[in-house]
Structure formats: C-alpha cells, structure tokens
C-alpha cells in the first residue's frame, strides 16, 4: 500500500483526469436534461396492481445506482460503517422540517392547540430507514411510509424496524376520525417500490403532510419527472423535503476527491458530480411551476469529528436542505 500522499496524488491526477472533459463543457442542470427512457430494472411494485403503471412515467432508477446500494445494505445501520455521513446527518433534517413548520403563517404549535399537528410521511428513497425510524418515533408523526427500488437494502430496513415494535404498531387514532384515513395502519411500513410505481393520489388522503428526498435527487434518472411525480403525493399545504449537494468545484473536490477517493468517508462511485443540482435550479424549477411557494434553504457542512454543521451561505458550494410548500387549497 502506497504512503497516503502518494496514493492522495495519484488519486487526483485520476480524478482530475476523469473531471476534465466534464468541467470543459458547461454543464445544463440535471432538471433540464432528459435521460432515455429505462425499463424498471430494480423494485417491484409492492402494492401489486395500482392505477397508475410502470409504463405510464419514465423511470427515475438508474440500475448501476441501486447495484451499488445494494452492496452497501448489510453495513447500514453501522454508525461507523459507509452510511455514517448519512446517521449523522439525521438530526439536522428533523430540525430542517420543524423550521420549515414553524415558518408557515398558518402553523400551529402543538403546544397551544387542543389537536396538534400529526404529520404523514412519505420517504422517498429510504434505504436502510434512517430518518424513516427516527420520524415514525416522533410523537408528532401519524405514520411514516418509506419506499426504496433497492431490494437488499429494504430487507435491511425491515429487519432493522422489526427489533422495535412500537414502529410496526397500529397508528394511535386521531381525535377527529374525519382526520385521516390513518387507522390502523402501522407507524411506519416499507415499500419495495418507486414513486412512478405507486398508485396516483386519489384524493388528500392520499397524499401526505411531509415528502422526504434525502440524498437522492442526485441518484436518479429523469430529476425532473422524478421531482413532478414526488410533488402530486405532497397534500395541499405540504412540504417536499429534500437534500442533495450543489455541482460546484467545491462540491466535487469535497464529495468525490477527498470523502471518495483520498479519505474513504464513502464508498468510491457514491457520487456522480454531473447528477448534483443547485438550489438556484430547484428555486426555478419550481417559480416555474404554479402551486408552490415559500422556498427554504440550508446549507451544511461537514465537519471532521463534529459532524454536520448548518452554515448560511454553503448551499450555495456544497450540500444542503430544500424545501418547498404546497399551496394550500383556498377556503370553500
Ligand atoms: C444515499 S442513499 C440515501 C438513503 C436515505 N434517504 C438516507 O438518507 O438515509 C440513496 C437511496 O436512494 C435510493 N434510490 C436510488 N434511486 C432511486 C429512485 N429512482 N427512486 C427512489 N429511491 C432511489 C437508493 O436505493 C438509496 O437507498
């Protein structure tokens, strides 16, 4: 094994190598690109026949994608195993949503209300379960469903969920039976599904208060259809929650030179730099669309033995939190 600086330079003659024709083009945004049509490779639809079909979406999984994340399925839950920067980061998106909450005119602390909030969340590419588990905790949650193609590391997050039994129990009924349809149903269930394959939402009952996207945005194909298609599950005055990395020098230096390839924080082919969206293209992507509003950012950074740390003004190089609010519907 070679000294690190010596590998650490190899390294970055490679990798340099292999960024210089991406970084000589100017590089559209992911959203504006549209990747060929795939068949679904990976991730059966769970729920059997619904009314919407495979065929009927571009598939956002990329087959090589979810290969690689099944290889890393039965290292999950290892807070010091491949997917620590992700146990890490888990407590920032709690505190993300509750600051997208809080900054609704209409929000109601559940403090001073006879009926609190009780969210419902749909977690879009929830791999092992991280944030899935820790939602389904809350006492603020109605019930999480949480989706991945990956079949391996959804076996894992079932297994993993299965130790506590809390999470498989049934939803506590809400005060108002009107509420939700949400009797009866486990706290949190696990789809071996993509959002193209879940049935359309039939009606707000079908939809949910919060959709998560963690670290997933840059892993699919067809961003663009994949972020449209997550959006018809938010419920009117609902949030789409997600974070991803910025496509900045910055960014690769960081996530794929040193965290890939020098420092081994994340297994190598984690990353595609060229997948990364900035805020600025998510903010357009949706002032394009109607019924969307109240844009939020967070930039974080990840600090070597603090983990990671919220700093204004990062999302703009690096990785961070976006959120984007469903309009409400307006009164009758
Ligand atoms: C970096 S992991 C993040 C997992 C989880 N969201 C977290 O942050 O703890 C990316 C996840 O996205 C999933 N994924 C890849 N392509 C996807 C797609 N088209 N739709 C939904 N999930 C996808 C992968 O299987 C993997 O579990």
């Not at 999984?61 to 979810?66: G, L, T």
């Not at 420092?263 to 019924?291: C, I, Q, S």
């Amino acid at each position: 094994m070679k000294p690190l600086p010596i590998r650490a330079a190899a390294l970055a003659r490679r990798s340099l190598w292999n960024l210089h024709p991406r970084i000589t083009a100017d590089l559209p945004s992911p959203l504006l690109l549209k990747t060929t049509r795939r068949s679904h490779s990976a991730g059966s639809n769970a729920l059997g026949s619904g009314s919407s079909s495979p065929a009927a979406h571009s598939s956002s999984v990329n087959a090589s994608e979810i290969s690689h994340f099944n290889a890393l399925a039965s290292t999950w839950w290892d807070p010091h195993g491949p997917s620590r920067i992700l146990h890490l980061m888990n407590p920032l998106r709690h505190d993300f949503i509750r600051s997208c909450h809080s900054s609704q005119a209409d929000h109601v602390e559940s403090a001073s209300s006879t009926s609190p909030p009780r969210y419902r969340y749909l977690d879009v590419g929830c791999g092992g379960g991280i944030f899935a588990e820790s939602a389904a905790r809350l006492p603020s949650t109605d019930y999480v469903v949480a989706i991945d193609p990956s079949p391996e590391v959804l076996a894992v997050a079932r297994r993993h969920a299965a130790r506590d039994p809390a999470l498989t129990a049934s939803s506590t009924p809400l005060s108002s039976p009107t509420d939700h349809a949400s009797q009866g149903r486990p706290r949190l269930s696990y789809l071996n599904a993509t959002i193209e394959t879940l049935p359309e939402p039939a009606s707000s009952d079908d939809q949910y208060d919060v959709v998560t996207l963690f670290e997933v945005v840059e892993h699919v194909d067809n961003p663009a259809a994949f972020l449209d298609r997550c959006g018809q599950f938010v419920r009117p005055g609902g949030w789409l929650i997600l974070s991803t990395i910025a496509r900045t020098w910055m960014s690769w230096f960081t996530t794929n030179l040193v965290a890939e390839d020098i420092l081994g924080m994340v297994p190598p082919g984690t990353h595609d730099w060229r997948k990364y969206v900035n805020e600025d293209e998510l903010r357009d992507f949706f002032a394009a669309k109607a019924g969307w509003g109240n844009p939020r950012v967070m930039g974080v950074v990840y600090v070597p033995g603090l983990g990671w740390k919220e700093v204004s003004g990062s999302e703009k190089v690096g990785n961070y939190f976006f959120g984007i609010r469903k309009d409400s519907e307006p009164a009758p």
